[in-house]
């Protein structure tokens, strides 16, 4: 079974900051790989797919990177709406798996 | 606008069944792959099953194999998933969840829509 693993689970920063979330996969899925926020209560939104191609509508400090089992998440100055958990998603197979979530909050 | 909305959750005993709905509406319907994604209270989120656009071909996550079925009315834009013997741990926040771009396949991509969610808690 494919398994997708986050890191950190949980990451403190300021306003600002430049913040980086890393995703595993525990085989190749070479770029099919999506990155979603939510905040509680909602549900989940699209920011990133095929690894790096920003959704339309979402702001260019998200971007994406990696191919093959490793991908990071980048904000490239932490804003107040961006506290959040992000999950990693890959759709190379049928079963969506998705990562365990990395919860950014205020530092 | 490009909408999905979900209903029938509810609280329902161990061992009973349930049936959620979801209306789909402001796109092709028929032209793309549904899927039903779950979350537990305080926990991750889960992807339970799909649809693909003619609903002939559908997959489900090991946890609900055999006990869910996911179907699709394409002349109603309605997406149901069908749940039996619920277990106190099938208890989540249901969501619904188009792919992002039409597929006349098996086709795999990502969520670009997701309803608001109905709770499901199963509990004696």
């Known amino acids: 079974d494919m398994q997708m693993t986050q890191s950190p689970s949980t990451l403190s920063a300021s306003v600002g900051d430049r913040v980086t979330i890393t995703c595993r996969a525990s085989q190749s899925i070479s770029n099919w790989l999506a990155w979603y926020q939510q905040k509680p209560g909602k549900a989940p939104k699209l920011l990133i797919y095929k690894a790096s191609t920003l959704e339309s509508g979402v702001p260019s400090r998200f971007s994406g990177s990696g191919s093959g089992t490793e991908f990071t998440l980048t904000i490239s100055s932490l804003q107040p709406d961006d506290f959040a958990t992000y999950y990693c998603?890959?759709?190379?197979?049928?079963?969506?798996?998705f990562g365990q979530g990395t919860k950014v909050d205020i530092k | 606008q490009v909408q999905l909305v979900e209903s029938g959750g509810g609280v329902v005993r161990p061992g009973r069944s349930l049936r959620l709905s979801c209306a789909a509406s402001?796109?092709?319907?028929?032209?793309?792959?549904m899927h039903w994604v779950r979350q537990a209270p305080g926990k991750g989120l889960e992807w339970v099953a799909v649809?693909?656009?003619?609903?002939?071909?559908?997959y489900f996550a090991d946890s609900v194999k055999g006990r869910f079925t996911i179907s699709r009315d394409n002349s109603k834009n309605m997406l149901y998933l069908q749940m039996n013997s619920l277990r106190a741990d099938d208890t989540a926040v249901y969501y619904c969840?188009?792919?992002?771009?039409?597929?006349?396949?098996?086709?795999?991509?990502?969520?670009?829509?997701w309803g608001q969610g109905t709770v499901v808690t199963v509990s004696s």
């Open positions: 969840a188009k792919d992002r771009t039409p597929c006349g396949g098996d086709c795999y991509d990502a969520f670009d829509v």
């Open positions: 402001g796109f092709i319907f028929t032209s793309y792959g």
């Open positions: 649809t693909l656009y003619d609903g002939t071909t559908k």
């Open positions: 998603q890959q759709y190379n197979t049928y079963s969506r798996t």
